[in-house]
Structures are given as structure tokens and as C-alpha cells.
């Protein structure tokens, strides 16, 4: 009998240790969120990097304030909401400064294409994100596939999902390259490659899925090799070899 009511104080005792340390845990998380809702507000915000936008438009967009919680606020929810409404921004790095401010540093970038469709001018930026909505448009043209649903501030979405890979994939080398000042135009009709309009002087056919970095180094190689009034074609179908056909 002894047994049995030393066995049962036990269990009690044991079951008020789990409370007790639950409850000690609850007090300990009560605590954090009250340090972090009373103090960390947000007295300083700082914008980086703007040029197009102004300081205020980002802060806007962004919909954080003097008076947030530096811990509690979404650093995604923020960096989307300012890609949505700031097309021409490209990144977003949102930075904590405890114990009050803020850092805001957005990366901006340019139009470098145009999709024209149904009277409207899309323009594009080189990593394929739609930047702006125009009803015409003196940047290079890409034609030959045609856009799903486009929207300002969302990115390239093709009917034909190689369409969209192959564009991608060349205007990012053209910008790595230092070469998209030069193209005048990109067509995607053919299903087997890629037609570029360049230098004004030149049209490109470049193979589908290609390196197009080291492509475009041979192109720039073959080019520096011609005279400065030569016009052609490059066929840069080979996969080591290019091959230049004058006048065409």
C-alpha cells in the first residue's frame, strides 16, 4: 500500500515538473516577443541604390514605416511587394541595423528588348523580367513567339517554354558580355535556332541550348578578323566551328 502512494506522488511530482517547465518556457517566449514588440521599432529607414525611383516611391512600395518592428517585419513580403510596384528593380537586399534601423539597397536595371503584341510594346530587362508597357518602342525588337498573360512588374512567360529559356539565356550573356549595345534584334521562329540581328551589319544564326557565352566570345573573335565595311551572315550552328557568309 505504501508502494502504491509513493508510486502515485511520483507520477504527481512528475507531472508538475513537465508543467513547470512548460509554463517556464512560455514565460521565457512571452518575454522575447514582449522585448521584441516594445523595443527594436524601427526609427531610421535608409533607401540605396535608387535612381529611377525616388526615395519615398521605394518606401511606398516596400510598406514599411517609422515605428515597425525592425525583428517582426517580412523581409520577402517587403521585397516583393517593391518588385511588383518598382519593375526597374532588379534585387532587393533588406539589411537589420538593430537596434533601430532599417537598410533598404536596391539594385536597378534597364529595358534592353521590346515584345510587341496585340498593339501593346513590352519592354523587357535582360534577366527577362517585364519592366514596362508601351504602345510603340525604338529598342530591339524579339519576335517569332508570343507571350502568356504579360503583366508590368512579372517575368517572361512564353507558349512555347523554349521560347522563353533560349531568349533568357542570350540576353544575360549579351549583358555579361558587354554586347547588348550592339544587338538590333532576336528571332525565335525557327524551332531548331536562334536569329539575332547585330552590329547593324551582321545577322547571327545561333543552335538552340547553346553555350551562349562561349558563342558569342567566338563571334566577337570571328568579327574583330573582318573589315569594318564587311557584312554577312554567321552560321554558328557547328559546335567549334564558325562559318561566315559575306554579303547575305
Not at 547585330?198 to 573573335?221: C, H, I, M, N, W
Request: glycine share 6%.
Amino acid at each position: 500500500m505504501a508502494r502504491k502512494r509513493y508510486g502515485s506522488r511520483r507520477r504527481r511530482r512528475g507531472r508538475f515538473t513537465f508543467l513547470y517547465k512548460l509554463l517556464s518556457v512560455l514565460i521565457i517566449c512571452a518575454a522575447i516577443v514582449a522585448a521584441l514588440t516594445l523595443f527594436f521599432k524601427v526609427e531610421t529607414i535608409e533607401v540605396m541604390g535608387e535612381s529611377r525611383y525616388s526615395e519615398s516611391t521605394i518606401l511606398e512600395a516596400a510598406g514599411v514605416s517609422v515605428g515597425d518592428n525592425l525583428y517582426l517585419l517580412n523581409k520577402y513580403t517587403v521585397s516583393a511587394n517593391i518588385y511588383q510596384k518598382c519593375p526597374y528593380v532588379q534585387d532587393v537586399r533588406i539589411n537589420r541595423q538593430p537596434p533601430d534601423t532599417l537598410v533598404i539597397e536596391v539594385t536597378e536595371c534597364s529595358a534592353v528588348a521590346a515584345i510587341a503584341q496585340n498593339g501593346a510594346c513590352w519592354l523587357i530587362s535582360p534577366q527577362g523580367k517585364i519592366v514596362e508597357k508601351k504602345t510603340s518602342s525604338d529598342l530591339p525588337k524579339v519576335d517569332g513567339c508570343v507571350l502568356v498573360d504579360p503583366a508590368v512588374g512579372s517575368w517572361v512567360q512564353m507558349e512555347e517554354e523554349s521560347d522563353q529559356t533560349e531568349l533568357c539565356a542570350l540576353l544575360a550573356a549579351l549583358e555579361d558580355a558587354g554586347m547588348m549595345d550592339q544587338m538590333e534584334g532576336i528571332h525565335l521562329d525557327d524551332a531548331g535556332e536562334v536569329v539575332m540581328d547585330y552590329a547593324g551589319r551582321f545577322t547571327v544564326e545561333l543552335p538552340r541550348g547553346a553555350d551562349y557565352a562561349k558563342k558569342l566570345y567566338q563571334l566577337s573573335s570571328a568579327i574583330s578578323q573582318l573589315e569594318t565595311n564587311e557584312t554577312g551572315t554567321f552560321n554558328m550552328n557547328d559546335e567549334e566551328r564558325t562559318f561566315f557568309i559575306p554579303g547575305k
